[in-house]
């Protein structure tokens, strides 16, 4: 993880500074990703699913954040459900993410990338039987 950590300026009232570890603008994008239609699952890597098969939530997972001179980097990793539109998630995944960050903490990003790295197939319900 980055060690940067993000000052939020503010009006000087002598009250001090607000800090924001990247570790929560993950779990902000992560969650925020995760709520458009049609992303189907964050994708992580190995040990955040150990992590979670042992019953702990990675709001985190398949979220990547950068802080360059440029600004905030977010780089969002996951799978979305097989028959919708990959261009309408991804900007509608950018879209939700940028308002999130900015209703939440304030900070302006300078982009936003989504990586689609699979597509999730419907499993095959099982017939059931009809017969009376």
Same mark, same amino acid.
């Given at each position: 993880? !980055? &060690? ?14 607000? &800090?924001?570890?990247? #570790? ?5 994008? *992560?969650? $925020?990703?995760? #709520?458009?239609?049609?992303?189907? +699952?964050? =994708?992580? %890597? @190995?040990?955040?699913?150990?992590? #979670? =098969?042992? *019953? ?5 997972? *398949? ?18 459900? @097989?028959?919708?539109?990959?261009? !309408?998630? $991804?900007?509608?995944?950018? &879209? %939700?993410?940028? +308002? ?7 900070? &302006?990003?300078? #982009?936003? %990338?989504?990586?689609?790295? *699979?597509?999730? @197939? ?5 017939? +059931?039987?009809?017969?009376?």
């Amino acid at each position: 993880m !980055s &060690e940067h950590v993000f000052d939020i300026e503010q009006e000087p009232a002598g009250l001090g500074k607000v &800090e924001i570890a990247p #570790e929560v603008i993950e779990v902000i994008a *992560g969650i $925020a990703a995760s #709520e458009v239609e049609g992303v189907a +699952q964050m =994708r992580g %890597n @190995f040990a955040a699913g150990v992590v #979670e =098969r042992f *019953g702990k939530k990675n709001h985190g997972k *398949g979220v990547k954040v950068e802080v360059k001179e440029e600004g905030v980097v977010i780089d969002i990793y996951c799978l979305v459900q @097989f028959g919708i539109s990959i261009p !309408s998630v $991804a900007k509608k995944v950018q &879209e %939700n993410v940028r +308002q999130a960050l900015f209703n939440m903490t304030g900070l &302006e990003t300078s #982009e936003i %990338n989504v990586h689609i790295v *699979g597509i999730q @197939f419907d499993a095959a319900k099982p017939e +059931q039987d009809t017969e009376q």
